[in-house]
């Protein structure tokens, strides 16, 4: 899919780190009411599945951002739907004691034609949710098409694009696999939020 001069240019924009707005240090409002995102933020993309979650952590300074742990939690085929949420329960909760994030940022809920699928999405989301809360982390969501337009400049980008600019955005030596590389891609986007790269602010959950 081909993109235009000024997609381009966003794109260039966001590679080199000139934006508008005042950086992360913006209300965020949510789950604790009111405040501010620090300095130095740490926020914990979930790109929620039930055999493959990714998610992604990144600390957001004034002028960078750095990517502080990423990848999957990968659960076989042969596995119950019971035991995989226990595996994404216990995983993600390892994952938020390692360095604790002060928010956590979701895959907003999309249309899906096969109600069974949209169910066992829907637990394993449910799954790293519950971690969150439980640690009394704030959750925001964004939807995928938004992400996307932060990230790349465009809201129907190819996976592929969305891993390649990740890869860029955090200076990493590979672009990430699918899963990881969406959970860095929410994490970014929510970031990018309060630097006026998307129209609208993420939904807390």
């Known amino acids: 899919m081909g993109i235009s001069r000024n997609q381009l240019e966003k794109m260039r924009q966001r590679l080199a780190g000139r934006a508008p707005g005042p950086g992360v240090e913006a209300e965020a409002g949510g789950a604790h009411g009111h405040g501010f995102l620090r300095d130095g933020a740490i926020l914990l993309g979930i790109d929620p599945s039930l055999r ?22 990968a659960c076989p085929r ?5 035991r995989c949420l226990g595996e994404i329960q216990k995983q993600m909760t390892m994952i938020v004691a390692r360095q604790r994030p002060d928010c ?16 066992i999405m829907g637990e394993a989301r449910g799954a790293s949710l519950a971690v969150a809360g439980a640690c009394d982390v704030p959750s925001y969501e964004i939807a995928p098409r938004k992400v996307k337009q932060a990230i790349v400049g465009f809201g129907a980008a190819q996976k592929q694009a ?3 600019m ?33 129209a609208e602010r993420p939904s807390a959950i």
């Not at 493959?52 to 939690?73: N, P, Q």
């Not at 956590?104 to 169910?119: P, S």
């Open 52 to 73: 493959g979650t990714g998610f992604g952590m990144i600390r957001v300074r004034r002028r960078d951002v750095e990517a502080l742990d990423y990848g999957v939690i």
């Open 78 to 82: 042969n596995w119950s739907r019971s």
């Open 104 to 119: 956590c940022v979701f895959e907003g809920l999309f249309f899906a034609q096969n109600l069974k699928t949209a169910l």
């Open 162 to 164: 969305v891993a390649l």
């Open 166 to 198: 990740v890869q860029r955005m955090l200076k990493l030596e590979a672009p990430p696999g699918s899963d990881a590389s969406d959970a860095l891609a929410l994490a970014l986007a929510f970031a990018h939020s309060y630097r006026g790269f998307v």
